[in-house]
């Protein structure tokens, strides 16, 4: 069982920067592959940004690419997602997202553990 808690969304004008830290309890975390979702008000959760287990693999949405890093610290147990230029469209719940495969996965259904959300607002 993996648990995860998500931290540093808040309130910040366009162009600017904030880092989303995911915490995972577990001792599993260094071999699962780890994800951010996002999911703005009446639309659905959409795939941000995927990391393979050791980090060396990264997968990015064509709407943060270059914008946004995803990064992990097994040692530890946090991944994180860093978000530059951002903007109004970038408004939404944050999710952090497990899974029991280490590698490859990006789509919703191929997470298995999930963060209660953290909310990001880009103001204009």
């Known amino acids: 069982q993996v648990q995860l808690v998500e931290s540093g969304g808040g309130l910040v004008q366009t162009g600017g920067s904030l880092k989303l830290s995911c915490a995972a309890s577990g001792r599993t975390f260094s071999s699962n592959a780890m994800g951010w979702f996002r999911q703005a008000p009446g639309k659905e959760r959409e795939f941000v940004a995927a990391?393979?287990?050791?980090?060396?693999?990264?997968y990015y949405a064509d709407s943060v690419k270059g914008r946004f890093t995803i990064s992990r610290d097994n040692a530890k147990n946090t991944v994180y997602l860093q978000m530059n230029s951002l903007k109004p469209e970038d408004t939404a719940v944050y999710y952090c997202a497990a899974a029991i495969r280490g590698w490859g996965v990006q789509s919703e259904a191929e997470f298995d553990y999930w963060g209660q959300g953290t909310q990001v607002t880009v103001s204009s």
């Open positions: 990391i393979n287990w050791s980090g060396a693999l990264t």
